[in-house]
C-alpha cells in the first residue's frame, strides 16, 4: 500500500490515477496511522513553501513522516513535496522544512541567465548524477515536465540528477531511503510512470 499525503496542497488526482495504472494499491490520507501501515509515502505539494509547510505542520503528519522515513521507509517528494524535505526555503521569507535532506531551496533567477523564463515551465532532460534506484528503468537524457521558480541547493552527494536551464538546477534527489523529484512523474508520459514503478519497488 503507497500512502500519498493529503494535507491540502498538491494535485492528488493526476498522482493517484498514474499510480493506479501501473498496478498500486493507493490510499489519500490525512491520517498518521496510515502513513504508519503503509508500505512507502508520497508528498506531493504544489503552490507556495511557506504556506504549504504551514498546513503540512498543522496536520498533524509532521512527526509521522519524520518517524517513518527514520525507520527506513521509501518517501518520496514530488515538486513543492520534495523541496519541503529540506532544512530551510527562502520563497518569500524563510520557512522550515522536515530537514529529512540537508540544504535550502532558493529562487532560481538567482542562478540563471536573466533571459530566460520564470517559470521554469515544460518539458526538459535529465541528467544523471549519482545513482538512483528511481532510475533503473530510466536512461539519461529522457524528458521530464518541469514547472518550478525554485530550487534545491544542496551537497552533491545528495543529487541524483539534475536539469540544465540556463545552469545545472537540481532535478532530483536522495538521502538513504528519503527521494526527491522537482520534476513531475504523473505528467511525464511513460518516463514518468516508469520512474513512478522504480520507486514502487525500492
Not at 521530464?144 to 545545472?168: L, N, P, Q, R, W
Not at 531511503?177 to 514502487?200: M, W
Request: overall charge negative.
Amino acid at each position: 500500500m503507497i500512502a500519498i499525503v493529503n494535507y491540502g496542497v498538491g494535485n492528488l488526482f493526476s498522482l493517484e490515477s498514474s499510480l493506479k495504472a501501473i498496478g498500486h494499491d493507493i490510499i489519500i490520507t490525512s491520517e498518521p496511522d496510515d502513513l504508519r501501515s503503509a508500505d512507502r509515502i508520497i508528498l506531493p505539494g504544489v503552490g507556495a513553501f511557506g504556506d504549504a509547510a504551514e498546513k503540512l505542520f498543522t496536520s498533524g503528519l509532521v512527526q509521522s513522516l519524520i518517524d517513518e522515513a527514520r525507520k527506513g521507509k521509501p518517501l518520496l517528494g514530488i515538486c513543492l513535496g520534495m523541496q519541503l524535505l529540506f532544512t530551510k526555503s527562502y520563497e518569500f521569507g524563510e520557512y522550515d522544512g522536515l530537514n529529512l535532506i540537508p540544504g535550502t531551496v532558493c529562487a532560481i533567477k538567482n542562478v540563471i541567465p536573466p533571459s530566460l523564463k520564470i517559470p521554469q515551465m515544460g518539458w526538459n532532460s535529465l541528467n544523471f548524477t549519482n545513482k538512483s534506484e528511481i532510475y533503473s528503468r530510466t536512461q539519461e537524457n529522457s524528458y521530464v515536465y518541469f514547472v518550478h521558480s525554485y530550487s534545491a541547493f544542496c551537497d552533491e552527494k545528495y543529487i541524483t540528477a539534475t536539469t540544465d536551464y540556463g545552469a545545472a538546477l537540481t532535478a532530483s534527489v536522495q538521502n538513504g531511503n528519503v527521494y526527491g523529484v522537482q520534476y513531475h512523474p504523473e505528467k511525464s508520459g511513460n518516463t514518468g510512470l516508469d520512474i513512478l514503478r522504480s520507486f514502487c519497488e525500492v
